[in-house]
């Protein structure tokens, strides 16, 4: 090691005052050389440094901010205490960083390498620890092809010569623990390339908590919050989803309702409205557009930086926690979209963590999402997966989430996804357009949840005719719990905007998804997707005078919670706000002071009550034997007519998409007897016309479709109605 004779700095030295040594703890802390013990501190703005053990004076070498102590090592304990006055006169008592030994185990770090920790944000991210009675902060990070990695903060001036981190070989883990520093500071990673040398001040991924936009530091967190859903939590894992009702409303937390002044309420004001709410109206759930960190409002939280940190904008991590506890205390569930396929190209967060491609694929035909300008992560490297799938766990362990909606699994199955042209993508080494490392991620994803977190649901937004979304992963399915059917709301909503003169052309719309229901566990969504960048408003999206509008949209809502599959209705739409969704303003709540307006949303109410109370309606949601056909062929008069079961019980739905009340309609009846009108959406209740059925119905013995029984009735116009058996 040669010195400069002039400075005594070495060759050595020199690389840490520029901040490019790979191992810090070589030269910094505690040393043996010559039957001589030494200590050497580098610590920039350092007018003077003692020990105060002893009271020992360091010596500056040269001209740099390397100070060195040499003398009697039975004078200094392990870790012993620095007292420094800084350039500004102000002196401070400080324990060595690099007097503490390794702080990861070996263990942890294979697991996490060979992409099997669950629970990676344990060991990576900043964690409060206690080590051998001093208190200070852990930190972690993984950045492989890195030459040198600090932390930086306010307690350092974001200076990042002053904390280099221990690299641990082969893993590719930094970690460093700095005593003295509490929760609550604010924190980054400095990142400097070994190729490249280029410099970066980086985001912890694992952090969880961020500050609040623009600005983009890390901020050391520690919950204190203690849970009170123990019952929720054990009725939950016993809970028999498969054939229990669901039905979720989906909000987006910035935009339902905001303060007098106009912004947002906190996330415990939130809690408190959103369960008066959803409560009175029967919803079962709720879900939450992505909470998870995000720079940008207008992307509604998918496009993620803070895969461990809940969004500061309404409160902090321990105010979330509360969010979802008063839920389940209160007796709704609580999802949240989680978004693995592609995150944001921000300077401070993933992109090209390390100086490389680290997160993402280095070829841009693996890499890029041209419709979002966003990036792909890496499915097929082990320590990408692992911090998916920690995230994932991390959500339902730590903030006891009910299920998780995977935004656009789609895109995470086809290597082709909106990319036109054969010189965009690669295929995989068969050939094909399927992504072999995706699926492989998704599949043990669902098999890692659904084994540790046993009665939580994980949703998948898949677009396509992918096969087997829902099927467990040993009979080769990808293992998602349920997919949302966006086959059958498009084609259900394209039939809607006709004019009701038109619509026995299109009467296959509402018949063809029987064709494949029951090949998957459906949610039926009429989400935040269909009501935003120019497709209206589900309100405006029906044809006709603003009668028929409010008629369309409540034979809509009917024939949603009559048809087999669990319910998603975003939020506004029970009460037929007009105007597309605007994620910067609140939902227009005045119009409930309008009886049109106002009997939508009682009608939404009554068929939570009823699809929540009546088996016939939930216990087959998945299976066949829980729907038949009365008559799906009438489409000259645009009605359609079915019955949904139990195992015990029966229910009967006729539909009538015209404005044309039908009088005297006659339908074939599995039993003979009575029966009555249990909901009609044309009742005067909701602001309809009030045409029905009053009082029973009688069989007439007369045989029709098939069926040795049937029933003559009314049917009211642009409405359904529901009937239930009443006895012989």
Not at 34 to 40: A, L
Not at 171 to 199: A, Q
Request: proline share 5%; aromatic share 14%.
């Amino acid at each position: 090691m040669r010195a400069d004779k002039q400075s005594g700095v070495t060759a050595d030295l020199q690389r840490l005052l520029q901040a490019r040594h790979h191992d810090p703890f070589a030269v910094l802390g505690r040393h043996e050389q010559g039957g001589e013990t030494f200590i050497r501190v580098l610590l920039p703005h350092t007018r003077e440094l003692r020990l105060d053990d002893n009271d020992a004076l360091f010596q500056r070498v040269g001209n740099s901010d390397i100070f060195e102590w040499r003398g009697d090592a039975t004078q200094v304990p392990r870790y012993y205490r620095l007292r420094q006055i800084d350039s500004d006169g102000i002196t401070r008592l400080i324990h060595d960083p690099y007097a503490f030994g390794q702080l990861l185990s070996d263990y942890d770090l294979n697991l996490f390498s060979a992409g099997k920790h669950l629970h990676a944000y344990r060991i990576l991210g900043a964690h409060a620890c206690n080590i051998d009675g001093i208190d200070g902060i852990r930190f972690a990070t993984w950045a492989p092809n890195a030459e040198r990695v600090s932390v930086i903060g306010s307690f350092n001036r974001w200076d990042g010569r002053c904390h280099p981190m221990r690299s641990r070989n082969s893993s590719g883990v930094w970690e460093l623990f700095i005593p003295g520093l509490s929760v609550g500071e604010l924190y980054k990673y400095e990142i400097r390339n070994r190729d490249s040398g280029e410099v970066k001040q980086k985001f912890d991924p694992y952090a969880q908590q961020a500050e609040l936009r623009p600005s983009t530091a890390s901020v050391v967190f520690q919950s204190q919050y203690r849970w009170q859903d123990d019952t929720w939590l054990a009725q939950r894992q016993a809970h028999d989803w498969l054939h229990r009702p669901m039905s979720i409303y989906e909000i987006h937390l910035g935009s339902w309702q905001r303060n007098e002044q106009g912004g947002y309420l906190d996330y415990r004001e939130l809690a408190h409205r959103i369960v008066d709410y959803v409560s009175e109206l029967g919803f079962t759930h709720i879900e939450l557009l992505p909470i998870t960190e995000h720079p940008f409002d207008d992307s509604w939280g998918y496009q993620t930086t803070g895969y461990f940190a809940p969004t500061v904008r309404f409160g902090r991590p321990d105010e979330f926690r509360y969010f979802v506890d008063y839920c389940h205390q209160h007796g709704i569930g609580v999802l949240l979209d989680w978004v693995p396929a592609h995150f944001p190209r921000d300077a401070f967060a993933l992109a090209q963590y390390d100086g490389s491609a680290l997160y993402e694929h280095e070829d841009p035909r693996r890499g890029a999402h041209p419709d979002w300008g966003t990036l792909i992560y890496n499915y097929g490297r082990n320590e990408v997966r692992n911090f998916l799938i920690s995230s994932a766990v991390f959500w339902l362990q730590e903030y006891h989430l009910d299920g998780l909606r995977v935004d656009a699994v789609a895109s995470m199955l086809y290597l082709d996804y909106s990319k036109d042209k054969q010189e965009e993508w690669l295929p995989n080494i068969h050939g094909g357009n399927e992504n072999l490392e995706a699926l492989e991620f998704l599949r043990e994803m669902n098999t890692v949840t659904h084994r540790e977190v046993p009665g939580t649901l994980i949703m998948a937004e898949e677009s396509t005719s992918w096969p087997q979304v829902t099927r467990p992963v040993e009979l080769g399915g990808l293992g998602f719990s349920m997919k949302w059917n966006m086959g059958w709301m498009h084609d259900v909503l394209e039939y809607f905007a006709q004019d009701p003169i038109h619509r026995r052309y299109h009467h296959d719309k509402l018949t063809f998804g029987l064709l494949y229901l029951f090949t998957e566990n459906f949610i039926l969504p009429f989400s935040h997707d269909e009501v935003v960048h120019g497709k209206s408003s589900l309100l405006y999206k029906m044809p006709g005078d603003e009668w028929q509008k409010f008629a369309n949209l409540r034979l809509l809502y009917t024939f949603m919670y009559a048809y087999p599959g669990k319910k998603l209705l975003f939020m506004g739409c029970e009460f037929g706000q007009g105007p597309e969704w605007n994620a910067k303003e609140q939902l227009q709540w005045y119009v409930l002071e309008y009886p049109v307006h106002h009997g939508l949303q009682k009608l939404v109410g009554d068929l939570n009550s009823l699809y929540r109370r009546e088996p016939a309606l939930h216990v087959y949601d998945f299976d066949y034997q829980g729907f038949d056909w009365i008559d799906c062929h009438d489409s000259e008069q645009s009605i359609i007519s079915f019955i949904r079961k139990s195992d015990d019980r029966f229910v009967i739905v006729l539909l009538n998409f015209t404005p044309i009340p039908r009088e005297g309609y006659r339908i074939g009846v599995p039993q003979a007897g009575r029966y009555r009108e249990i909901h009609n959406s044309d009742s005067q209740f909701y602001a309809g016309s009030n045409v029905g059925n009053l009082g029973e119905l009688h069989t007439t013995g007369v045989s029709w479709m098939g069926r040795p029984d049937s029933l003559s009735l009314t049917l009211p116009p642009l409405a359904g109605i529901i009937l239930e058996y009443i006895a012989d």
